[in-house]
């Protein structure tokens, strides 16, 4: 079983910054990176990281948002900086089983943004 725990999320003015944690626990899987769900929209991919390090981004988060990877803590990142009002949004962690390829998600992490 994979257990994917975030942490970060928070209230923080429009301009300011956080960064999100993602702890993975379990066996067989990989982390593919984060998605965020704001109220009455669907859940949307944010930031993708790839077993060699390679990473994409949303248009919207681009230049902005950065995903990163500490192998040796199975935890994944998101520094989120100057933050937007419509960053507002649940985020969660996403992972998925080597072999199963089911996926696995966190309990999500609340940011909201205030103007």
């Known amino acids: 079983q994979v257990q994917l725990v975030e942490s970060g999320g928070g209230l923080v003015q429009a301009g300011g910054s956080l960064r999100l944690s993602c702890v993975a626990s379990?066996?067989?899987?990989?982390?593919n990176g984060w998605y965020r769900q704001a109220p009455g929209k669907q859940r949307e991919l944010v930031a993708r990281?790839?077993?060699?390090?390679?990473?994409n981004y949303a248009d919207s988060v681009k230049g902005r948002f950065t995903i990163s990877r500490d192998n040796a803590k199975n935890t994944v990142y998101l520094q989120m900086n100057s933050l937007k009002p419509e960053d507002t949004a649940v985020y969660y962690c996403n992972a998925r089983g080597t072999y199963t390829r089911e996926d696995y998600w966190g309990q999500g992490t609340q940011v909201t943004v205030s103007s």
């Open positions: 379990g066996s067989s899987f990989s982390i």
């Open positions: 990281i790839f077993n060699g390090g390679s990473t």
